[in-house]
């Protein structure tokens, strides 16, 4: 009885509906922060098509060809950048008979060539630094509000078929078959990954292939 009584205390029951009070405004604070974290994150949207400026037509007079180079559009319709972002090929199936190491790093259309972004040689002694290869910057900051950047897939060329992805490793096949599926995968600092599938179709004419969605999580532009 007396304890009953105890809790009915005012005192009591001032200090139990403080720390409720504490707790609750805790939680809401937290949820908030969670809440508004998730409605600005970043929002990928990824874009595919065969037409420029998807598909560049670049010519070579000295070589006498004419090469395509096939480029994804990826958008960010977030609220925040984002950021240090990755765009890799996880596989391609059929499996090229060459040897083909997977996963590998695209390059970034409007990536220069960077000699602070280079191919090291860690197991070779005494390199000069200076004569290392320069390779294009894999990762890229997209801004918000329908921020987008190109990034570069694949080209082929005039003088067969040959399917030159673009990347510091120049992961390139001949295309033995009529079609080729791809997966991708865009990363980033700030994003949860996101994979997508496009077909690669061989033509028997210019622009000699076109490609198409197989999956894509997101609508495309």
């Known amino acids: 009885m007396m304890y009953w009584q105890s809790l009915q205390d005012p005192a009591w029951i001032t200090a139990i509906s403080t720390i409720l009070a504490v707790i609750t405004s805790l939680a809401i604070a937290l949820f908030r922060d969670n809440y508004i974290a998730w409605k600005n994150r970043p929002i990928i949207?990824?874009?595919?098509?065969?037409k420029e400026p998807h598909v560049l037509t670049l010519y070579s007079a000295s070589e006498a060809t004419i090469t395509y180079l096939?480029?994804?559009?990826?958008?960010?319709?977030?609220?925040?950048?984002?950021?240090?972002?990755?765009?890799k090929i996880l596989s391609v199936s059929p499996a090229p008979e060459e040897r083909y190491f997977e996963p590998d790093i695209l390059k970034w259309s409007s990536a220069p060539r960077e000699m602070q972004h280079r191919i090291d040689i860690p197991h070779i002694e005494r390199v000069d630094?200076?004569?290392?290869?320069?390779?294009?910057?894999?990762?890229k900051d997209i801004s918000p509000?329908?921020?987008?950047e190109f990034c570069d897939l694949f080209s082929i060329t005039s003088r067969g078929?040959?399917?030159?992805?673009i990347s510091s490793g120049k992961r390139e096949f001949l295309?033995?078959?009529?079609?080729?599926?791809?997966?991708?995968?865009?990363?980033?600092?700030?994003?949860?990954?996101?994979?997508?599938?496009?077909?690669?179709?061989l033509l028997p004419d210019f622009p000699l292939a076109k490609v198409d969605w197989v999956y894509n999580p997101s609508n495309s532009d």
């Open 70 to 87: 096939f480029r994804i559009k990826v958008i960010n319709d977030g609220k925040t950048i984002a950021k240090n972002c990755k765009v």
């Open 145 to 148: 509000y329908s921020g987008s």
């Open 161 to 165: 078929n040959m399917i030159s992805f």
């Open 175 to 201: 295309a033995r078959e009529k079609d080729y599926m791809v997966t991708i995968e865009i990363c980033g600092d700030n994003l949860e990954p996101k994979r997508a599938s496009f077909r690669i179709s």
């Open 129 to 139: 630094i200076s004569q290392l290869i320069p390779i294009h910057k894999e990762n």
């Open 45 to 50: 949207r990824l874009g595919l098509k065969n």
